[in-house]
């Protein structure tokens, strides 16, 4: 069984597991993956919406993949970051602001309810831009159900590493891996 295939059992595992009232942090699932399963983890998405279906809750994917690339391009000075990308560090903060906002549009299109599993993929395109607690921070008190994110990196000791890249953070959220059994 590969490792993408044990993330997904031991997710069915707990999606089962009837919901409790929570803050909004703790609301927050990672599925915490190795980031070279990226392409495995992408083509199995639909069977983490089959397992979530199947235990009654409704599903909704959000992807993180290309709004950089949609933010940055609706910039008036976009050629000039281009050339002078030391410049967009100033900018990054409207970034985020640009995710919450799109985020939110998106929840309100879909209705999204407290029995519905709201998935994050695409989490890796924020590496070297934006921490993704500062994502994740701004987006889960919008999601009255249940925040999934797909987290390409590492989890040891309540540590989340993106990409194990980064120094990590420790995060209340509820850490699904395929190592362990849920």
């Not at 399963?37 to 089959?50: G, P, Q």
């Not at 279906?53 to 992807?63: P, S």
């Not at 030391?86 to 985020?103: A, C, E, K, R, V």
């Amino acid at each position: 069984m590969s490792k993408i295939d044990k993330l997904l059992n031991n997710y069915k595992r707990h999606i089962s597991i009837p919901w409790q009232q929570a803050a909004p942090a703790q609301r927050v699932i990672f599925c915490v993956y190795n980031e070279n399963d990226e392409r495995k983890l992408r083509a199995k998405i639909d069977e983490f919406e089959l397992a979530t279906r199947e235990a009654g809750c409704g599903w909704a994917v959000f992807d993180l993949t290309d709004t950089f690339a949609d933010w940055l391009s609706a910039q008036r000075y976009a050629k000039k970051y281009f050339q002078q990308p030391q410049l967009l560090s100033m900018l990054l903060p409207n970034y985020l602001t640009y995710i919450t906002g799109h985020f939110e549009r998106f929840l309100e299109g879909f209705k999204a309810g407290s029995n519905t599993v709201v998935a994050l993929k695409g989490v890796g395109s924020l590496f070297g831009l934006l921490k993704v607690k500062e994502v994740v921070d701004s987006l889960a008190p919008l999601v009255p159900g249940r925040l999934l994110v797909f987290f390409p990196g590492s989890y040891e000791q309540n540590n989340y590493r993106l990409l194990d890249g980064y120094d990590g953070w420790n995060y209340l959220a509820v850490p699904i891996t395929a190592n362990k059994e849920f």
